[in-house]
């Protein structure tokens, strides 16, 4: 059922050939049209194909697989992907991973000394509005014509409509997150060339909480939508994510959105239709579609139907070579190693004992690497990561050798767990330390195998949330993000090896919290302002 999504989308691309790029990211919708809507919508099928492009828009980079006919333009099509720009954003900028590559965009990422001129930073933001454009395009489309459709398609093209405005919520929810103050456009700005207004923070954080809101009751029960595909539980996910940043996001945000995050969280909870499941490693392998009892929300990868040298294709290559046995652990081509990414010796000790024989998340691989780090460009130094592999739980390769099978996990419930303990430590309403401690344990027996790593109610303190956040969710691309809302990404409360360019780690200023508002675009937009301090 997970390649449903992209049978979809290749459907799509037999019919009409959506606008391949966008020269200036400042006109609504896409600069270049092959195509009518009329002409798109001809075919019933359609609204579900358009649809899908939506969805592959999070991995995918162009029209074509592997490359050619890009939406973005880049010496490296790969990089135009959003996962694989989102995950290097939010990790290798952390005390989770360490970059080989001797890419400049890269080493300003370990540095925390990036400018408006950083390539990663423009093409991320590109990606996430591109895609913002595709979803308006969708919605003012589908929405005009959904009340002359017949009654069974018009029931679907409604659920269609909200999972579009799911998704642009979510690209906004990342906007807010990674830049702040942005260029804001929806369905209702009327098409063509015009330059649009930047909405504050604390507008677009509204924006998306009413947003979400408001679509809920259209959207599918938890667990009942396809594989893939958004539902009530995916937009509680992300309303408690929302609401458990509010004081980053924020000023004066107060504790009512802690009560909000417990809320959403219990609601995720108490649809019954999710579990933890019984393997950790599991959820990381190419067959991970099957485990739809955890993963709530996946960005779905499929090594036949979904090729691009982005998404977790780029995860697990670049963090492939040394010893590794590429074949037959890691489930690709014996030459797939990129030879990049690493975890830093600071992150490798939130574990008490990394051979993962007592924490069986502590997914590391130490043969021929060293733990120290004294040259970032040193692929040899650093461990290694084992946990995502293009292999079945039966340990049989993916499809292909290059591209994989692997989905990645955007929204799981070992995450609500945690948001939920977390949002009663900071003094939400609603919740209790005592179910808070029962759900950190149930990941910590999972972990474990057994009862003793389980921790007791005095050990629940905010500094082991964030300690547990690593351990149990690392290179899952959210650590950027918490580190921020625990007030330690910059500054010198926290130090890890190469923070700030320096092997002991350095203090760095407090600005780099946002990324900078990338100058071409700006270049355009005369009503964009710069994020301070750039």
Request: hydrophobic residues 40%.
């Amino acid at each position: 059922m997970k390649h449903s999504i992209f049978r979809a989308y290749a459907a799509l691309l037999t019919t009409v050939l959506l606008a391949s790029c966008v020269g200036d990211l400042d006109t609504e919708p896409l600069n270049t049209r092959v195509s009518t809507a009329t002409l798109v919508f001809k075919n019933p099928a359609s609204y579900k194909e358009f649809l899908a492009k939506l969805y592959g828009a999070m991995t995918l980079t162009g029209q074509r697989g592997e490359y050619g006919q890009p939406e973005l333009s880049a010496p490296d099509e790969g990089t135009t992907s959003f996962m694989r720009m989102y995950w290097s954003a939010q990790e290798i900028t952390t005390d989770e991973c360490v970059s080989a590559w001797g890419d400049a965009s890269l080493i300003e990422y370990h540095a925390h000394n990036w400018s408006e001129q950083n390539f990663y930073v423009q093409l991320l933001y590109q990606r996430v509005f591109i895609n913002i454009a595709y979803c308006n395009e969708y919605i003012r489309a589908a929405s005009s014509r959904v009340d002359g459709l017949e009654a069974g398609l018009r029931e679907d093209v409604k659920q269609y409509i909200a999972e579009a405005k799911f998704l642009r919520a979510l690209y906004y929810y990342f906007a807010l997150d990674l830049w702040g103050n942005v260029p804001f456009v929806t369905e209702d700005d009327a098409p063509g060339a015009y330059l649009p207004r930047q909405i504050k923070r604390a507008d677009l954080f509204a924006y998306i909480d009413q947003e979400l809101t408001a679509i809920l009751p259209e959207l599918a029960a938890p667990g009942t939508n396809e594989y893939a595909r958004a539902d009530r539980a995916a937009a509680w996910m992300l309303l408690a994510r929302l609401h458990l940043n509010a004081g980053a996001y924020l000023d004066n945000a107060g504790t009512d959105h802690y009560t909000q995050a417990i809320k959403y969280c219990q609601e995720i909870i108490r649809s019954g239709a999710f579990s933890l499941v019984d393997d950790y490693s599991a959820l990381f392998l190419a067959d991970n579609d099957r485990l739809r009892e955890e993963i709530i929300f996946p960005i779905a990868e499929d090594g036949d139907n979904g090729r691009n040298y982005g998404g977790v294709t780029f995860i697990i290559h670049a963090a492939s070579g040394g010893n590794l046995d590429l074949v037959n652990d890691i489930g690709i081509a014996a030459s797939g190693g990129w030879a990049g990414s690493r975890f830093t010796n600071t992150f490798v000790h939130k574990f008490a004992d990394p051979s993962g024989e007592t924490d069986r998340r502590a997914l590391f691989f130490t043969d021929g690497q060293t733990l120290d780090i004294t040259n970032v460009t040193n692929f040899r130094e650093g461990y290694l990561s084992r946990k995502f592999r293009n292999v079945t739980s039966t340990g049989v390769r993916g499809k292909n050798d290059t591209f994989v099978d692997t989905d990645f996990p955007l929204f799981r419930l070992a995450d609500v767990y945690l948001m939920y303990a977390e949002a009663v430590l900071r003094d939400g309403t609603g919740g209790d330390r005592a179910t808070a401690v029962q759900y950190i344990n149930l990941l910590r027996h999972r972990a474990y195998g057994d009862d003793s790593g389980n921790i007791a109610d005095g050990d629940l303190t905010l500094p082991f949330i964030l300690d547990e956040r690593g351990r149990e969710l690392h290179w899952e691309a959210q650590r950027r993000t918490d580190l921020i809302r625990f007030g330690v990404f910059t500054g010198d409360d926290y130090l890890w090896d190469w923070k700030g360019n320096v092997k002991a780690g350095a203090a760095t200023p407090q600005h780099f919290n946002l990324f900078p508002i990338p100058l071409v675009d700006r270049a355009i937009n005369t009503n964009l302002d710069q994020n301070p301090e750039y």
